[in-house]
Structure formats: structure tokens, C-alpha cells
């Protein structure tokens, strides 16, 4: 059904969470449609019809009037307790996960989006969901505030660090939404975008199927998959251009100048430090943004991605 | 009011005191040179070192605008680099809010207005006003100081922990700075409420108080409460950043939303801070130039009070999204949308004024109707995302952004330019050039819709505010809004140019060039030193325009004041009846 404002909505493509905040959106905009008309055609009505004629024009003295006031008072509070009780049902639908939800976890970090799957697999910045199930995210932050919001499906939530939240949502339909992150973090937050990419569910069982057990291989392949499921290329190339982090390239044993003036040898025990806690030793000319890996990445995982850097030439 | 009602009635001696058209003595000729401006206790002259100094960071912030835009002409690197654009928008926020729209009704219109429309000879504590200019100007050093000590990017909010994690001393002092700027506001907050309540001319009882006086009574104890709470949010941000407290940082175990608690708690009230004087400024415009009693001027005035109260109960409405409790969700979108209603009221009450007036479409009058058309896009916007549902879909796009721009520039600056070019004509003395007021106005009416009309919809779309780059899709809205933006800015400057101008080569203002009954009116053009040379004595509403102008400019006929001893005293009372 097309209505007026359906221009300024992208696709709907969760009814389940989607609708009522759709039809609550176009009610308040022909509402406020209507009203604005009106008041613009009494503007221009009284400004034209009682134009001033001469500097000794007399007016009435109007001071107010009970019954007009009492109706334009009412009739727009009843209308904005209808808003309220309409978007307040829309959102309780929002919080009240459907009881066979999948559940993904998420985590968003300066700036990337992770996906954990309960067979162990993961993906970075690609959301792999089933089409016609309820998916419920499970989301937690690293660092800062990060806020989750697919405009496709309607649905927003803050990522808090130290806390757990959540969003649900039900595709009904195959391809790809865009994922935004809708809480300022700094600099690449324009950038921390993922997708969502909707199967159909026998093709997703097979995705899940290829991708789980999660890491394998050589420790080097390990540490490759692991720099970039971590998104460690959001800040470092591995190409020798610089980004927000110095590059990869050529990174073994070679002499870094820190902030505070010494240098070191890049070796295991610089790179396992610059790892879990960044802040300790800066390189000179770059900002102190990475966050710690401290409890994100095991012990073994760490030893992985340095034999992978030792590669990188 | 009733005789019989046991009230004092003090007959008073009066004569007519008809302003001169010709003042050779005003404040502008009484203390001359920078000292004694510096020094000056004179509300008139503080106010207008106020609106200097808003006016500068408007220009500057006005400034940082047209950049961001300009870098939002295309995705990606236009020709700043992120960490550049970031630090742009926090100032370009940080800037408008508080060092533009916080004081720049109150303190620098009302500054110089409030006095005058209560026919007091100043405000009840004149230095105090002096030194919260001072606090003000030594808040915007510290500002300038964060910057010189690498800038800040947090975004106006500072939200925790991004703001307290090694973001180095830019926001320290940015946000004592802030700190710093409460004082000034809280200052200016006192000091009003004491002279509205002390300071009144003979006659101008509670019912007879023009609608600019209330609503400036309203805002100044919004100021007053709110503030505080301001400074002790940024106080323990300071402890947290200085000392590693933990208090917002979940790092160090403290609270993130707790932050966001405390900042809305002053944020939201400051919002009403920023937009009821500009109601008021409407109100004043609105009958002069319908030569029209104002529509429901109880209605008016108590709606200002209700939304200050009220106001102060709607805080969570910007943490729909935040993790904060369910019920306390619940009631912050129940409360909002209370407040949209004596919001709502007050439109009404505006177009039921112009019902049968006699309608001058002067530049003010001109302001006052775009204000309307585009406050109540304001307002409407505002239900919008109260209603929770959709607030989660809008909460932080561009929807959010473009709604509060047409609430902060489509009400509250365009409510300040219709009072700007209303009072020009009394603070200088000169009269602007009324043709290029309307072009101007007219180009803000269009630069402005051109601007922020399409980020209503990139943002429904899903456009997230402060993003530097953005995904090709919203490139035209982007585009057609940096346009609009650049005739707002051609437009800003031909005011600026006609302002300026007319100090030097504008026209002799009349001591009433629109023929107001306000009070404000009734002393020359720019006034005496003292505002009135004579003790004035209201006898009449501020809107009565069924009552003839001598009645209007009575003063007390005490022989030693005034200079005009032609006109013979007469006796009237102060109350009513008599009239
Ligand atoms: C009274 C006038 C204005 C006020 C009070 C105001 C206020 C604000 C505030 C509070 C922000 C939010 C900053 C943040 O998210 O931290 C902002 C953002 C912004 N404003 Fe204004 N502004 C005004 C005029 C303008 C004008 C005239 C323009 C355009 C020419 C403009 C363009 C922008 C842009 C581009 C942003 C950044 C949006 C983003 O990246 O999220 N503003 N403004
Ligand atoms: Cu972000
Ligand atoms: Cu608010």
C-alpha cells in the first residue's frame, strides 16, 4: 500500500519489527501534514486579509476564549497519547525476543563489527543470518560506546562496554542491509560499517557448516585469519601504505621510534606488549587509539599472529 | 481587578513624559572610550558587549558549519581529513550551544531590554552582571586553550568513556570551560529573577508584566537550577580524566549511561533555555505589528512556567536507545509528549492574535512567521521521536540533526533576529535598510529549508549524524543541502552588511517606530543613560492598543525629575478602573 511518505523510509524488509514503527511514522507525518497546512494557510490568509490599511487602524480587543483553547488543547493531547501508546507497543515488540531466536554475539571495537556463531565460527563485518527466523544480536563493546542499527529492519541499539545488549529482528527476504554504527567513536566511525547478508536456510546451514570450528591451519595461516577477523587492517596495511597504525610491512626487527623519544627492536616480546596493552610503548607520529587486546586474544593466539607478522615483507 | 479586593491602592502624582525625538544625552554619549565600556555597570552596555561577542562566535561557529558542509559535498576526503572534520562538528556543537544560543537572548537582548521593559533603571545587581560577562569571555578562553592544546572531538555531548579515555587535555579544558560558562549563566539567571521581582515600575503588577519578562522569568530559573548540575557532571568527568576515578568509565568501573544521566539532566532544561525567550520575543513582535492584545496571555505566560517544569522531567527522552530501564522509558516518552502540548498551545495562541489585527509585514513581523512555520516543523519533528518506536529507528541520524536545527535555528535564532531588528532601532539609534532586511530574510527562509529539509529524509533513510564519510546513496541530500547552506551563508552576511552599515549611515530612529505600547518604547532612541529620566507608571497592559498612547507614558511627577515642565501633573491611581 503506498502512502504519502514512503519516500523517506528505506525498505522494509523485518515486518515483524518494522511495521508498527512504519505505520506510526506515517500517521505522525500526515498528522503533523495536515496540521502544518493549517497553519500555514492561516498565516498567509491573516496576513493578506487584515494588512494593515493606515497607522490608526483599531482593532478588537480579544483577550482570550475558553472554548477554543480547551478544544485545541484536548484535541492535540489525545492525539499525542494515541502516538505515545502506539509507539510504546511498537517498542515493547522490540524488546520481546520470539522465544526460538538464533542467537548471534556481537562485538564492536574501533572500528569493526565481530560475529561470533555458536559452532565457533566468526566473520568480521559480515552478519550471516538465516531468512525467516527470529535472530536475536547479542552485542558488547571493547572500548567505547558503539550503537548498532540496521535501517532496513528498524531496529537500534547501543553497544555499552561492560554491559550486554541486544536487538532482534526476522528477515523475510535474501541479500544484503547495511549495518551502521550510530554512536560516535572517533575517527573511522563513519567507516564501522558491516552487512547483513540473508540466506536462505539450507544455504545458511551449509555457510555455518563450512565456516565452523573456527581458526585453522599452520600457525601462520592461523595468525593471517586471526589479523584479519580482528580487524587489525582497519589501522595497519600490510602493503607498506601507513593508516591510522604503522604498517605491517617489513614491521620484524625493525628499529621503532616511540613518543618518548627511545627506540626499540620489533621482537616477540614488543609485539606481544603492543598487542595487549598499546598505551605502554606509542610509535612516534601516531596517536594512542588501538585498544588493548588484554583478554580478547589468547596466549597461543598472539604467538600465531606474530609468526604471521615475521612473514609480512 | 476589583476595588473591593484588599490591596493597597497608593495614589500616586503623575505627568505625561513624552520621549524626545531629539536625545543629546543617551548611554552611548554618557561614558565613552573602551575603560569606561569595560568597566560599565550599564545592563544596556553589557548587553551589548554581549551581543558582540555572540555574534562573533556565531560568526565563527557559522564558519565551521560551511566547512563541514563543504567536506560533505562527496563521500570520503572532500578536503579535510577525518580526525579534522570530527573536531570541526564538536566545536561547531560545542560553540552554537553554548557560547551562542545559552546566552544569547537572555544576556545579551534581555540584558539590555529586560530593565527597560520593567522601567527600572538597571537590574538588581549591576556588577554581578558585569562579572558574569567576564566569566563568560575567560569560559571562551579556555575553549581557545583546549584547542591550542590539540583540540577535541567528542561531539557537544562528551560522552563517557570516549571522552575519558585518553583523549588528552583538549577536553580537560574544554570542559572547564563549560564549567566556567555556568557561572555566567546562573549569574544572569539571579539576577533577573530578583529584578523581576523587585524592580518593577510603579503600576506593572503580575497580570501587566509583558510576555518577554516571563518568559525570561521562566528561562531564568531553568538557568538556575540546571546548571549546577552541569558543573558537577563536568567536575567529575575532570576528576575521572585528571585522576582515574572511576565514575563514567566502565574501565576503571564505573557507569557510561550514568554520564549520559547527568549530562541530559542539565541538557534537556538547557534546550527550554535556548528556545522560551525566544517565545517571548515572539510574543512582543507579534502584537505590535498586529496592533493586536495578545490571544490568551495567561495561556502564553504559564505555558512558559509549565515547560520549565516540566521540562525538567524529560531528560531520558535522548537515551531510548541506551540500555537505560525499561520503565524509566516509558515515562521519559509519556512526559515528552506532555510537553509538546503548552508548546503546542502557544502557536495557537500566536495565530489567534493575528485574527482581525492590523497586520505590518515589517522585517521582525517577517521573522515572526517564518519562526512559526519553521518551529512547528521543529515541533512536529519532536512528537516524532518521542514516540519510541520511531526514535529507535531515528535516535542519532540525520533526522535528529536536522530536527534539532529547525528547533535551535528555525525558532530560537530566528526568533532572535525578529527581536534584533525590532530592538535595533532603540539600542542604536538607527533604523536598517528594510528592503535588504526582507531579501535577507527571505534567503534565510529558503537557505535554510534547502539545508535541512533533506536530511529529514536521508536520515529516515538511515543516514547516521557526525559521520564524515558516507555511503554513495545519500550523496544528493548531501549536495543539496550543502547549496542550501551556502545561500544561508551569502544571507548572514547581507546582515551583517546593512547592520553595520546603518551604524554609520542609517537613518535617525524615532523614539517608537513602530508604534508599540511596550514600555521599552517610551525612552528615547538610543535611551537615556537611565533608561527613563522620569520614575515611569504603568497604568496598562503591554498590548492594550484600544488605549491611547499618552496613557502609555506616564511617569512619576516628582518636581526634580524630568525636564519637561510644560506638561501639569495629574493624579491618577495605580490600578485599573481609572484608566
Ligand atoms: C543556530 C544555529 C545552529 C546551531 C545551534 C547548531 C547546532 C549544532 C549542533 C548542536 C550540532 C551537533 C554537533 C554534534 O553532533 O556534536 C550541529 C551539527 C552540525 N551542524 Fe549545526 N548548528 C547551527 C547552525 C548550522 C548551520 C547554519 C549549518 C549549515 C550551514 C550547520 C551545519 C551542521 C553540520 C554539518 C553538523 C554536523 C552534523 C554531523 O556530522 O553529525 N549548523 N549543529
Ligand atoms: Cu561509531
Ligand atoms: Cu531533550
Redesign the interface.
Known amino acids: 500500500m503506498g502512502r504519502l511518505f514512503d519516500f523517506m523510509l528505506p525498505d522494509n524488509k523485518s515486518p515483524l519489527t518494522a511495521d508498527s514503527t512504519d505505520g506510526l511514522f506515517h500517521f505522525i507525518n500526515e498528522v503533523s501534514l495536515i496540521f502544518l497546512v493549517g497553519i500555514t494557510i492561516a498565516l498567509i490568509y491573516f496576513a493578506i486579509k487584515y494588512k494593515r490599511k493606515s497607522e490608526d487602524d483599531k482593532t478588537p480587543v480579544i483577550t482570550h476564549n475558553n472554548t477554543l483553547e480547551i478544544t485545541w488543547s484536548v484535541i492535540p493531547l489525545l492525539i499525542v497519547m494515541v502516538v505515545f501508546g502506539w509507539g510504546y507497543s511498537g517498542w515493547l515488540n522490540l524488546k520481546a525476543v520470539p522465544n526460538d531466536a538464533y542467537e548471534i554475539q556481537a562485538t564492536g571495537y574501533k572500528w569493526n563489527w565481530n560475529f561470533n556463531y555458536e559452532n565457533g565460527a566468526q566473520t568480521l563485518n559480515e552478519l550471516h543470518v538465516p531468512k525467516g527466523r527470529p535472530i536475536k544480536v547479542v552485542m558488547q563493546s571493547r572500548d567505547v560506546l558503539h550503537s548498532f542499527f540496521i535501517p532496513d529492519y528498524r531496529v537500534k541499539h547501543d553497544v555499552v562496554p561492560g554491559r550486554y545488549t541486544y536487538v532482534w529482528f526476522q528477515a523475510e527476504e535474501t541479500g544484503e542491509s547495511v549495518i551502521f554504527c550510530t554512536e560516535y567513536c572517533g575517527t573511522s566511525h563513519s567507516d564501522m560499517l558491516a552487512k547483513v547478508i540473508v540466506h536462505e536456510p539450507n544455504e545458511f546451514e551449509q555457510w555455518l557448516e563450512l565456516n565452523g570450528g573456527g581458526i585453522q591451519g599452520t600457525p601462520v595461516e592461523q595468525g593471517e585469519q586471526l589479523v584479519s577477523l580482528q580487524g587489525c587492517q582497519t589501522c595497519h596495511s600490510i602493503d607498506g601504505s601507513p593508516k591510522i597504525g604503522p604498517t605491517f610491512k617489513g614491521i620484524w626487527e625493525r628499529e621503532q621510534q616511540l613518543t618518548d623519544g627511545s627506540t626499540v627492536v620489533v621482537d616477540e616480546n614488543y609485539i606481544r606488549e603492543s598487542i595487549l596493552y598499546p598505551g605502554n610503548k606509542v610509535v612516534a607520529g601516531y596517536q594512542n587509539v588501538m585498544s588493548p587486546y588484554e583478554g580478547r586474544l589468547s596466549d597461543d593466539e598472539i604467538t600465531n599472529i606474530i609468526e604471521y607478522l615475521k612473514t609480512i615483507n | 481587578m476589583a476595588i473591593t479586593e484588599a490591596k493597597k491602592m497608593t495614589t500616586l502624582q503623575v505627568k505625561r513624559f513624552k520621549p524626545s525625538e531629539n536625545p543629546t544625552n543617551t548611554f552611548l554619549t554618557d561614558e565613552k572610550g573602551v575603560w569606561a565600556w569595560m568597566t560599565t555597570v550599564d545592563h544596556k552596555k553589557i548587553g551589548i558587549m554581549y551581543l558582540v561577542a555572540v555574534a562573533f562566535f556565531f560568526a565563527l561557529a557559522g564558519f565551521l558549519a560551511i566547512a563541514l558542509r563543504t567536506e560533505l559535498w562527496t563521500p570520503a576526503k572532500t578536503f579535510i581529513e577525518?580526525?579534522t572534520y570530527?573536531q570541526l562538528f564538536t566545536l561547531h556543537g560545542a560553540m552554537m550551544v553554548f557560547f551562542v544560543l545559552v546566552p544569547s537572548i537572555p544576556a545579551a537582548l534581555g540584558n539590555f531590554i529586560l530593565p527597560m521593559q520593567l522601567g527600572a533603571k538597571d537590574v538588581a545587581f549591576p556588577r554581578l552582571n558585569l562579572a558574569s560577562l567576564y566569566i563568560y569571555v575567560a569560559g571562551a578562553i579556555f575553549t581557545f586553550a583546549a584547542l591550542a592544546s590539540g583540540g577535541f572531538?567528542?561531539?557537544w555531548t562528551f560522552?563517557t568513556?570516549?571522552s575519558s579515555?585518553?583523549n588528552g587535555a583538549g577536553v580537560i579544558w574544554v570542559t572547564l570551560g563549560v564549567f566556567i560558562l555556568g557561572f555566567s549563566s546562573i549569574l544572569t539567571g539571579t539576577n533577573f529573577i530578583t529584578t523581576i521581582h523587585k524592580l518593577r515600575a510603579p503600576g506593572i503588577t503580575w497580570d501587566r508584566l509583558p510576555l518577554n519578562i516571563w518568559a525570561l522569568y521562566a528561562t531564568s530559573i531553568i538557568q538556575v537550577l540546571a546548571t549546577p548540575v552541569l558543573a558537577i557532571t563536568i567536575l567529575l568527568l575532570s576528576f575521572e580524566n585528571i585522576m582515574d576515578i572511576g565514575i563514567f568509565d566502565?574501565?576503571l568501573g564505573g557507569?557510561?549511561?550514568l554520564f549520559q544521566h547527568f549530562f541530559w539532566f542539565y541538557s534537556h532544561p538547557a534546550v527550554y533555555i535556548m528556545i522560551v525567550p525566544g517565545f517571548g520575543i515572539i510574543s512582543e513582535v507579534i502584537s505590535t505589528f498586529?496592533?493586536?492584545?495578545v490571544?490568551?496571555?495567561?495561556?502564553i505566560a504559564l505555558s512558559s512556567l509549565a515547560i520549565a517544569f516540566i521540562g525538567f522531567l524529560v531528560w531520558g527522552h535522548h537515551m531510548?536507545?541506551?540500555?537505560q530501564s525499561?520503565v524509566a522509558?516509558?515515562v521519559f516518552?509519556?512526559l515528552t509528549?506532555l510537553v509538546?502540548?503548552p508548546t503546542?498551545?502557544k502557536?495557537?495562541?500566536w495565530?489567534?492574535t493575528?485574527?482581525?489585527?492590523?497586520?505590518?509585514?515589517k522585517t521582525p513581523m517577517l521573522y515572526v512567521?517564518i519562526f512559526?512555520?519553521l518551529f512547528?516543523?521543529g515541533g512536529?519533528?519532536g512528537?516524532?521521536l518521542?514516540?519510541?518506536?520511531?526514535?529507535?529507528?531515528l535516535?542519532?541520524?540525520y533526522y535528529v540533526v536536522a530536527h534539532f536545527h529547525y528547533v535551535m535555528m528555525g525558532g530560537t535564532l530566528i526568533a532572535l533576529l525578529a527581536g534584533l531588528h525590532y530592538w535595533w532601532p532603540k539600542m542604536t539609534g538607527k533604523m536598517y535598510n528594510e528592503k535588504l532586511a526582507q531579501i535577507s530574510a527571505v534567503l534565510i527562509f529558503i537557505g535554510f529549508n534547502m539545508t535541512f529539509l533533506p536530511q529529514?529524509?536521508m536520515g529516515?533513510?538511515?543516514m547516521?549524524?557526525?559521520?564524515?564519510?558516507?555511503?554513495d546513496q545519500f550523496t544528493p541530500f548531501h549536495q543539496t543541502s550543502t547549496i542550501g547552506s551556502y545561500i544561508l551563508g551569502v544571507a548572514f552576511l547581507i546582515i551583517l552588511y546593512y547592520l553595520v552599515k546603518s551604524l554609520f549611515s542609517g537613518e535617525k530612529a524615532p523614539s517608537n517606530p513602530w508604534?508599540s505600547r511596550g514600555l521599552e518604547w517610551q525612552s528615547t532612541s538610543p535611551p537615556d543613560f537611565h533608561n527613563f529620566d522620569h520614575t515611569p507608571v504603568v497604568i496598562n497592559g503591554p498590548y492594550?492598543?484600544?488605549k491611547p498612547m499618552e496613557e502609555f507614558q506616564l511617569g512619576l511627577a516628582v518636581s526634580h525629575e524630568g525636564h519637561d515642565a510644560e506638561h501639569a501633573p495629574a493624579e491618577v491611581d495605580t490600578t485599573e478602573e481609572k484608566a
Not at chain 2, 490571544?295 to 495561556?299: K, L, S, V
Not at chain 2, 531510548?320 to 540500555?323: D, E, M, N, P
Not at chain 2, 493575528?354 to 509585514?361: E, K, T, V
Not at chain 2, 518521542?386 to 529507528?393: K, R
Open positions: 577525518a580526525d570530527n572531538d567528542t561531539g560522552y568513556p570516549y579515555d585518553g566502565p574501565a557507569d557510561p549511561v498586529s496592533k493586536k492584545t490571544f490568551g496571555y495567561w495561556a531510548f536507545t541506551s540500555g525499561a522509558t516509558t516518552s509519556f509528549f509538546g502540548i503546542g498551545i502557536i495557537f495562541n495565530i489567534a493575528l485574527y482581525r489585527g492590523s497586520i505590518d509585514m512567521f512559526l512555520f512547528s516543523i512536529f519533528t512528537i516524532m518521542g514516540a519510541l518506536s520511531v526514535d529507535i529507528h535516535h542519532d541520524t529529514f529524509i529516515a533513510q538511515g547516521p549524524r557526525r559521520y564524515y564519510n558516507y555511503i508604534n492594550d492598543y484600544h
